[in-house]
């Protein structure tokens, strides 16, 4: 929730709060006798913000300084004559008044008495200077008993957190905010720059708004996965910047919503909310396919921090950003345990492959290890278990050359085959490998299943807000 602190009328009504159509005629000297201010190049309403003394405006005796201007009808030729519908705002626009003190109650005297009424004294304007001659002249405030203006903290803007992200960075560039940032809702609803006072600040207001953020997506993820089987349940949901691969982008980094939801990575424009939207995702990628690596300091492709990336099944790079190290630790986490539990799950993946011209399978099993065996007969031509794997090297293209350590002689047998999907097939010994290593931990899965997503913080810092 953004507030901003606002002078309004608390208790009482004005007899001229309701709308009114007012009929007035220009005058030799001095016009309408009005001045406004606003409009829509302003993002607030037209608003009388002077009445001159003795003049039309004020003699009509339905017109004050702070009344909205709805509508203008021009009744005869170059505006000698013009009816306004008009209406008093509750709530002026800040620079119509001063900052009052934290409990003013003030009635508006009468007109001739000379003291003026809490929004006249000299106003706070847009261009104000202590010498301005457009300052808000009391007798166009009106008497009015059993008013009553405070200062209050009004609601500015309200930013739904489920599904929201914020970025301390300049939309789609690496360059970082000092001490601000901004929250934008799934909606599109935009916070504005929230600038802090400090650094701590930012980063206790940043982990504050990670940690609700996470909760409730947690909360969410709950109630979706009831409607979910047990193979297709969500293990994580959240956003990360996607690194534009092409330099002669406009945009570095595009927002992308990132799903892992039984076998599969998902990669959105925008979270999903029905069933039919998962299917509509930007990319899908298998778990168990693909690489998943937490970039050094000096892996980094510019001045982002907490990166990581992403190889698929086709040996494509991805590279993503997130914006806390807490971010990037519920990433790897939530990565590791989809992925374990998938490989878990499926138990073994056979791929074909070619080994001196004939049609072979490889099946990569959870339980026995490597198991290769003629496509046609399905005769077995050798079988290792994953302890035997003592190396392996590939081409980068299609050739994987893998070194077993025979149990009885000890010695080291090289076996060589060739697959149309090179990377799917060394990326998936790898998620094979890492769950078996996870196995000799008993407390592996339950840690991954209950790590929270960012500690939870209490207090904040003072803000500044600027639009």
Known sequence: MIQEQDVI???????????????????????????????????????????SKEQRAELSGLLFIGDAILQVQVLRNAGEEVTLTVSFLKRAPAFLKLPLNEDCA??????SSGTSSPLCDSGLHLNYHPNNTDTLSCSSWPASPGLRWEKRWCDLRLIPLLHS????????????????????????VCSGIIQCLSA???????????????NLTKHNIKKINRNFPVNQQIVYMGWAEEREQDSLQDRMYTPKFLALRGSSLYKFIAPPVTTWDWTRAEKTFSVYEIMCKILKDSDLLDRRKHCFSVQSEAGEDLYFSVEL???????EKAFQTATFLEVERI??????????????GLTIDFSMGFVCFDAATKAVLWRYKFSQLKGSSDDGKSKIKFLFQNQ???QIEAKELEFSNLFAVLHCIHSFFAAKVACLDPLYVSSQATSSAAPTTSGTGKLKYTT
């Open 9 to 51: 009328c608390v208790s009482g009504e004005p007899f001229y709060s309701g709308e009114r159509t007012v009929t007035i005629r220009r005058q030799t000297v001095g016009g309408f006798g009005l001045s406004i201010k606003g409009g829509a190049e302003h993002n607030i309403p037209v608003v009388i913000s002077k009445i």
């Open 106 to 111: 003030c009635a508006p005297s009468d007109q």
């Open 165 to 188: 992200r914020f970025s301390q960075y300049l939309p789609g560039a690496d360059l970082c905010r000092q001490n601000a940032f901004q929250v934008i809702a799934v909606d599109g």
């Open 325 to 331: 190290e807490s971010d990037l630790t519920l990433w």
């Open 200 to 214: 701590e600040d930012c980063i206790d207001w940043l982990q504050a708004i990670a940690s609700n953020i996470s």
């Open 347 to 360: 138990q073994c993946k056979t791929y074909a492959c070619v080994l001196e011209s004939h049609l072979m």
């Open 408 to 410: 009885d002689t000890k």
